[in-house]
């Protein structure tokens, strides 16, 4: 079974930095893309980020491009989301989630999600 | 970037009809290649991140009810639920994975009435 657990959320201040974890069990990490969607509260969903099973190439939306980064590390099962120069409306759940097949690209098991706060 | 529309933004239905929930592309999504629609239907309840419904614009998920099925090509795309169900009251978001960056539609909020 596929199990996927964020963590790293929280309370920060704009501008400043945090970076996501993803843990990731049940099935071969290192052959799977991986992404990143948030959700603002109340709102809809917003696709972040994607990175290759082999780590070789990174996608961005254009709202984070330049300040976020994604990395993984395959030795380990985790996916990573480092965020800089943290905005309000970066305030989300951030979800992390495996592809549905390999050579896909979409969404297709998710985690539960870990909330960031951007606030002063 | 391609813009996911879907229609209507809410939705109410009685027990047991049919609901059907609409999204359009601002582009094709329709790779000539393999003849696929790179789209994909999710359903999220209050709380819950959101659950994949339907890949390849109709291909039913494992596990998935029958009732749910998707249909649509190039950049008209439906979902439809034959038979409405009380644990189907949901927000429905559709998403093109044609090209990167991946949108999103802006949800429809399916409730009983």
């Known amino acids: 079974e596929v199990q996927l657990l964020e963590s790293g959320g929280g309370l920060i201040q704009p501008g400043g930095s945090l970076r996501l974890s993803c843990a990731a069990s049940?099935?071969?990490?290192?052959?799977?893309?991986m992404t990143w969607v948030r959700q603002a509260p109340g709102k809809g969903l917003e696709w972040v980020s994607a990175i290759r099973g082999s780590g070789d190439a990174t996608f961005y939306a254009g709202s984070v491009q330049g300040r976020f980064t994604v990395s993984r590390d395959n030795s380990n099962d985790t996916l990573f989301l480092q965020m800089n120069s943290l905005r309000a409306e970066d305030t989300a759940v951030y979800y992390c989630?495996?592809?549905?097949?390999?050579?896909?690209?979409?969404?297709?098991?998710w985690g539960q999600g870990t909330l960031v706060t951007v606030s002063s | 970037d391609i813009v996911m529309t879907q229609s209507p933004d809410s939705l109410v239905v009685s027990l047991g009809e049919r609901a059907t929930i609409n999204c359009k592309s601002s582009?094709?999504?329709?790779?000539?290649?393999?003849?696929?629609?790179?789209l994909t239907w999710y359903q999220q309840k209050p709380g819950q991140p959101p659950k994949l419904l339907i890949y390849?614009?109709?291909t039913r998920q494992s596990g998935v009810p029958d009732r749910f099925s998707g249909s649509g090509s190039g950049t008209e795309f439906t979902l439809t639920i034959s038979s409405l169900q009380a644990e189907d009251v949901a927000v429905y978001y559709c998403?093109?994975?044609?090209?990167?960056?991946?949108?999103f539609g802006q949800g429809t909020k399916l409730e009983i009435k």
């Open positions: 998403l093109q994975f044609y090209s990167t960056p991946h949108t």
């Open positions: 582009q094709s999504i329709l790779y000539s290649s393999n003849n696929k629609n790179y």
């Open positions: 989630a495996k592809v549905g097949t390999s050579g896909t690209t979409f969404p297709a098991s």
């Open positions: 390849w614009a109709s």
């Open positions: 049940g099935f071969t990490f290192s052959n799977f893309a």
